[in-house]
């Protein structure tokens, strides 16, 4: 019964993953465009909560350092 829970879990996760590469995408083209710092800010503050913590095990702070580093790159 835990396996629909942590589907969902997963899901909630990556979508905030892939919120958070386009938000950091579009700023790199306009580093002042609102919407995408308001959406950065907002998926950085997930990673940080407690909610995040209790849907996976995944520090927040190393995946946020991680999802800058590969956007950079490109």
Same mark, same amino acid.
Request: without cysteine.
């Given at each position: 019964?835990?396996?629909? +829970?942590?589907? =969902?879990?997963? #899901?909630? @996760?990556?979508?905030?993953? !892939?919120? +958070? &590469?386009? #938000? $950091? !995408? *579009?700023?790199? !083209?306009?580093?002042?465009?609102?919407? #995408?710092?308001?959406? !950065?800010?907002?998926?950085? &503050? %997930? %990673?940080?909560?407690?909610? +995040?913590?209790? =849907?996976?095990?995944?520090?927040?702070?190393?995946? @946020? *350092?991680? $999802?800058?580093?590969?956007?950079?790159?490109?």
């Amino acid at each position: 019964m835990t396996e629909p +829970y942590q589907n =969902l879990a997963n #899901a909630i @996760i990556l979508m905030a993953v !892939k919120d +958070y &590469r386009t #938000a $950091l !995408k *579009k700023l790199k !083209k306009r580093p002042k465009y609102g919407p #995408a710092q308001d959406l !950065k800010n907002e998926v950085e &503050r %997930f %990673f940080r909560s407690d909610w +995040y913590r209790e =849907l996976t095990s995944v520090d927040g702070e190393i995946l @946020i *350092k991680k $999802l800058q580093a590969e956007v950079s790159e490109k």
